[in-house]
């Protein structure tokens, strides 16, 4: 699961999916939210290790980075193992982007990647919003 | 066993029942206002973006919950599926006191003179039933003011040429604009175009005892934390209840409108809060669920005088479910300028809802509400992996640059788009559920996907180095914005209620809510629904002789 996880958002200068705990998003949403998805779940990661097999021969999580990704192209390009595979790219997203109360999003770890400010910066600090009026209107 | 009855009970307490429940208490008629959700405060702002009524992976925030309240979908080539309140294709709007506007992005729009003559203005369309209002704007215009200073919209339309006349201006001044208004602003000036501040029932200063928006980026979807947003819930409500004439009973689902043997409504049979089901005897029945449960409702209410549901004669009941279809383009700037600062839409321009050579009708063009991370992941341009490296350094580089713009095309209504009650499936309570099903007409398609040009040439004369556009799909197109299902006519036999808001043939059964919409304008539709309420309410007052409806 991680092997896949850290392909979908991989790690750089900024830390990458595993490190964001988007794993433990998942974990934690299985048991609440998603929990209808747990045997879509069991199903879907034995498929990705048998495509695996098939494709270079070994399981997923021992394949190097490249053929890792290699697999996942194949996997992509695959009518039947597709609707998991979008199923873990959205899930990765959400646990990635998404509000860290949800278990991912370690630290904020993307809002600061992106460059979202948190805790907010008020649009107050820039403008007096008791009197519209005076607000700052540069191009009237 | 029958409770005490009333003299009116309104189902749904929403952007139209909110309204009538206040006009009708305030008139000194009793009245039931009954809701299927719960009342939530400015408390329940929890600012999830994974959990909310606009961006749902975690469920709706304000409901309907997916335990309880399954729809069928009919999709292409009649392939149907059960869909769930926060999955796609079941075409949610809130359920909570208040409604939609509990939650909304708030825009006020008045529809302009046009869009209530799409018929006499463009003719005949093959394949739609477009059709005139039997309303004119005129009609609506006092109402549209009283909505505006009632509920309460903040914004500056002098700036839009095209806005139909108004004997007032708005009650508050818009907000100040954000970085992105800033350079859309001459940037529509350029093209020659008429950019305003949009109309937005949000507080821009303190107003109705409630205080000014502080500009967070959690806006459309969310509660507002602050209470400066201007709903049903915060504003008429808690008048119409104050009047002590009023009721609010809520976690309520209405099972069936019950009928005489004269073809009068008598009340209604609901299932209250413990599940336990409850007849409340009424004068008039008020129907308000919004296009989708409204027409559900109607058409669950069969009797020996109405077999095929009621105000269903002529088959009308569900026919025309429409909403909007959202086209626009997205654009990178070469500079960062992302300025966090809500609700983020705030400009727009009117110059293409009418008047494109070719087309029926257009849409209003606006700048989008501000795009959390999670949201902006699948803003990307076309050929870019949705996944991997590319798609992390697209959200690293890409996120604070984004501008965005887009707008919600009139939609050529057509009869085959419609609500239906499913003959197998049924909700938690034992009722037939909703089933959607149809399509766009290809015209709307041809409308929104020249809107999306209209938008790129904005974005990139504000500067954007690379655009790409927002394109309409197929499919069937409801959303927060349903409307249709009810038609408003002076004629029975292709129409369900009179230019009242009044079943054709039950005198005592009114439906008040963007189900009677004819067309749906290319504008958010909300204040368009609060105006009616208020305009049906009027007439309904006026007609009403002390304990009974003549």
Not at chain 1, 44 to 56: N, P, R
């Given at each position: 699961?991680?092997?896949?996880?850290?392909?979908?958002?991989?790690?750089?200068?900024?830390?990458?999916?595993?490190?964001?705990?988007?794993?433990?998003?998942?974990?934690?949403?299985?048991?609440?939210?998603?929990?209808?998805?747990?045997?879509?779940?069991?199903?879907?990661?034995?498929?990705?290790?048998?495509?695996?097999?098939?494709?270079?021969?070994?399981?997923?999580?021992?394949?190097?980075?490249?053929?890792?990704?290699?697999?996942?192209?194949?996997?992509?390009?695959?009518?039947?193992?597709?609707?998991?595979?979008?199923?873990?790219?959205?899930?990765?997203?959400?646990?990635?982007?998404?509000?860290?109360?949800?278990?991912?999003?370690?630290?904020?770890?993307?809002?600061?990647?992106?460059g979202l400010p948190y805790p907010p910066l008020r649009g107050r600090l820039r403008y007096d919003l008791t009197d519209p009026a005076k607000g700052e209107r540069p191009w009237r | 066993m029958a409770l005490k009855r009333v003299n009116a009970v309104i189902v749904g307490a929403g952007a139209g029942g909110g309204i009538v429940a206040k006009e009708l208490a305030e008139a000194g008629l009793s009245v039931v206002l009954l809701e299927r959700g719960k009342w939530y405060s400015p408390f329940d702002c929890r600012k999830d973006d994974l959990r909310n009524q606009r961006t749902?992976?975690?469920?709706?925030?304000?409901?309907?919950?997916?335990?309880?309240?399954?729809?069928?979908?009919?999709?292409?080539?009649?392939?149907?599926?059960?869909v769930r309140a926060s999955g796609s294709g079941y075409h949610n709007n809130a359920a909570c006191v208040g409604g939609g506007t509990f939650s909304y992005g708030a825009m006020a729009w008045r529809y302009l003179e046009k869009d209530f003559r799409m018929r006499s203005t463009y003719g005949r369309l093959p394949g739609s039933t477009l059709e005139d209002w039997p309303v004119s704007y005129q009609d609506l215009e006092p109402y549209y003011e009283k909505a505006e200073w009632e509920i309460g919209v903040s914004g500056d339309v002098s700036g839009d040429p095209f806005h139909a006349p108004r004997r007032r201006p708005l009650p508050m001044p818009p907000l100040p604009p954000n970085r992105e208004q800033e350079l859309l602003y001459p940037a529509a000036k350029r093209l020659g175009l008429h950019p305003f501040d949009i109309p937005m029932l949000r507080n821009s200063v303190p107003y109705n005892g409630r205080p000014a928006c502080m500009r967070c980026r959690w806006c459309v979807g969310f509660a507002c934390e602050v209470d400066a947003k201007c709903g049903t819930h915060n504003t008429v409500i808690p008048k119409a209840l104050a009047t002590k004439n009023c009721e609010l009973r809520t976690e309520c689902v209405v099972k069936e409108i019950l009928t005489n043997e004269h073809g009068r409504v008598t009340g209604i049979a609901y299932f209250d809060a413990h599940d336990q089901l409850q007849q409340q005897d009424a004068d008039i029945v008020v129907v308000s669920c919004g296009a989708i449960e409204s027409a559900r409702l109607l058409l669950n209410s069969k009797s020996r005088f109405f077999p095929d549901g009621l105000g269903n004669r002529h088959d009308w009941v569900g026919r025309n479910l429409q909403g909007h279809t959202y086209s626009g383009a997205f654009g990178l700037m070469p500079m960062d300028i992302y300025d966090d600062l809500g609700p983020g839409a705030g400009i727009a321009i009117s110059d293409y809802n009418h008047g494109n050579p070719g087309l029926i009708g257009g849409a209003m063009l606006a700048n989008e509400f501000i795009r959390l991370p999670y949201q902006f992941v699948s803003m990307i341009p076309p050929g870019l992996p949705r996944w991997g490296k590319a798609h992390k350094d697209f959200m690293r580089s890409a996120y604070r640059r984004a501008i965005a713009v887009q707008g919600p095309t009139q939609e050529m209504p057509v009869f085959d788009s419609r609500v239906q009650v499913d003959p197998v499936v049924k909700d938690h309570w034992g009722i037939p559920v909703a089933r959607l099903s149809g399509d766009k007409h290809p015209h709307t398609i041809e409308i929104s996907t020249v809107m999306a040009g209209k938008a790129e040439a904005w974005i990139k004369e504000a500067g954007a180095v690379q655009t790409w556009k927002k394109l309409p799909g197929p499919g069937l197109s409801a959303g927060q914005h349903q409307a249709g299902t009810c038609r408003m006519g002076d004629d029975p036999n292709t129409s369900v209620v009179n230019r009242y808001c009044q079943v054709h043939d039950v005198d005592n059964l009114f439906v008040i809510d963007a189900s009677v919409h004819v067309t749906n304008g290319g504008f958010n539709p909300v204040l368009t629904i609060m105006a009616m309420a208020y305009r049906a309410s009027d007439h309904l007052v006026k007609q009403w002789k002390g304990t009974r409806f003549a």
């Open positions: 699961m991680e092997a896949v996880c850290a392909q979908i958002i991989p790690e750089d200068q900024d830390a990458g999916a595993v490190r964001a705990g988007v794993v433990h998003f998942m974990d934690t949403q299985l048991t609440r939210f998603y929990k209808p998805l747990q045997k879509t779940y069991r199903r879907g990661i034995a498929q990705i290790d048998q495509a695996s097999l098939e494709v270079a021969g070994k399981p997923f999580a021992e394949l190097p980075a490249a053929q890792q990704l290699a697999v996942l192209h194949h996997i992509e390009s695959n009518p039947e193992l597709k609707p998991f595979f979008d199923l873990l790219v959205a899930h990765t997203m959400q646990g990635f982007y998404g509000d860290p109360r949800h278990g991912g999003n370690r630290d904020r770890v993307s809002w600061k990647m992106v | 749902s992976p975690l469920g709706q925030a304000f409901g309907p919950d997916d335990e309880r309240n399954p729809r069928v979908l009919v999709e292409g080539a009649g392939h149907e599926r059960m």
